[in-house]
């Protein structure tokens, strides 16, 4: 029988920085953040290096904010979906919707299968619903986030999974791009067509 372990038994859980508490500064030489955001979560799941067309929301401060670096594991305790942090989004500003997990010892668990599990995982998604049954709010706090259990199985097994995992994402998404391209290339040819024929 697979034994299980709460997630703060594996990791460390950084709390992003509140955004009614940072200071917006006026000094020039203070520096600009963008904010990390759902679109961000997405695309680094996905791994797609496609940017969303939407305005990113900055904030210009001299405080000392939470900031991902790249292959950072983050947490949306809106959706409680996760990823590893793109270099396209290194240096973000990470916002108290977010936490960082820093494996306690990797040699222990695997970031990307617990990744998996936060993600597709139907035992996973099962306990954050009867944690949020008969709450008012929908955002998923650290302490639920503490209490869940992960499924423990070898670490070589957990690598596996989360290698799979990370792969099946990046080659779904550029069969989406492809897809998307010869759609385009398709809708360009017989707009073309059409215009030919009316001439």
Do not use: C
């Not at 695997?110 to 955002?139: C, M, T, W």
């Amino acid at each position: 029988m697979t034994y299980k372990k709460k997630i703060s038994e594996l990791f460390l859980i950084k709390g992003g920085s509140p955004q009614v508490r940072i200071k917006v500064s006026k000094n020039t030489d203070a520096r600009n953040y963008f904010f990390y955001d759902q679109n961000h979560l997405l695309q680094d799941i996905s791994q797609s290096e496609i940017e969303d067309s939407a305005v990113e929301k900055t904030i210009k401060t001299e405080d000392t904010v939470e900031v991902a670096e790249e292959n950072d594991m983050i947490i949306s305790l809106i959706s409680a979906t996760s990823a590893k942090v793109s270099v396209q989004h290194q240096g973000y500003l990470i916002s108290q919707n977010y936490v960082k997990l820093v494996p306690i010892d990797e040699n222990i668990i695997d970031e990307n299968y617990v990744i998996y599990l936060l993600n597709e995982s139907h035992l996973v998604k099962k306990q954050l619903a009867r944690q949020l049954q008969g709450s008012n709010f929908v955002k998923v706090t650290i302490a639920i986030l503490k209490n869940l259990e992960i499924p423990m199985i070898p670490i070589e097994k957990q690598r596996q999974i989360g290698k799979w995992y990370m792969k099946t994402n990046r080659l779904n998404t550029l069969r989406q791009r492809v897809e998307m391209n010869q759609k385009r290339l398709a809708d360009e040819l017989i707009e073309r067509g059409i215009i030919n024929a009316t001439l």
